[in-house]
């Protein structure tokens, strides 16, 4: 495997970013971090140089470039069998994929009324109806992982995987807007937001300097 280059945004902003990112941090697997200050007057001459449709993340290794999110965690995953990207049982890693596809396919009302913000904290956030059904539906796929798959570890499907790096940017947007989960749920989203892999990228997010007014809700907030 040649060196690997992960093209990253804002650590505050991309949850996109954080997903691979997290992969290679838990695993410890070597890689060099490129940032790009997303927009910026600049940003897109940053990118011009990549496949990627002036989107990040972006894995580089040698001369090939993998773009998306989940495409990444899927290379990374087929680069480095040892680090068990995907469960070993089969229905295990059939419902993993399932989860993981829907959570980058679908919740586009959490998506856009709570923006990952790892800075700040707005208590009392009011849910609209269709952020709280996106809510609802994360915390029964949890539920329902946890249940079913979870009993021999903290995560997902008891393991960490890929699922687990879906769900990342979720676990800080809840803690962030002051989400009320339920216990099984809350359980799940504590173990990893307290996970020191993730506390690395969102203490990078809470050193940014960058304001991306577009990213930001208008909320009475707190730092974190």
């Not at 999110?69 to 049982?89: H, K, M, N, R, T």
Request: overall charge negative; some cysteine; glycine content about 6%.
């Amino acid at each position: 495997m040649e060196n690997l280059t992960l093209v990253i945004g804002n650590c505050n902003y991309s949850s996109w970013s954080l997903r691979p990112w997290l992969f290679l941090q838990q695993h410890q697997i070597p890689f060099h971090e490129q940032r790009v200050t997303l927009s910026e007057s600049t940003t897109l001459e940053q990118l011009s140089s990549f496949f990627s449709g002036d989107k990040v993340p972006i894995l580089i290794t040698g001369e090939q470039q993998i773009w998306d999110s989940l495409a990444i965690l899927e290379y990374l995953a087929e680069s480095f069998p040892e680090c068990a990207g995907w469960p070993a049982d089969a229905k295990a890693r059939a419902v993993a994929r399932s989860v993981s596809a829907e959570m980058h396919s679908s919740f586009f009302n959490l998506r856009g009324g709570m923006p990952m913000n790892c800075r700040k904290r707005f208590p009392g956030f009011p849910l609209t109806p269709e952020i709280q059904a996106d809510v609802d539906r994360i915390c029964e796929i949890w539920r329902y992982c946890r249940e079913q798959f979870g009993q021999n570890g903290p995560w997902l499907f008891g393991d960490f995987s890929i699922a687990d790096c879906m769900y990342a940017p979720v676990v800080i947007r809840f803690v962030g807007y002051d989400v009320a989960l339920d216990p099984v749920s809350q359980a799940y989203a504590d173990h990893l937001y307290n996970t020191p892999s993730l506390q690395a990228w969102i203490n990078c997010g809470k050193a940014e300097i960058e304001v991306i007014e577009e990213e930001e809700v208008d909320w009475n907030s707190e730092p974190v």
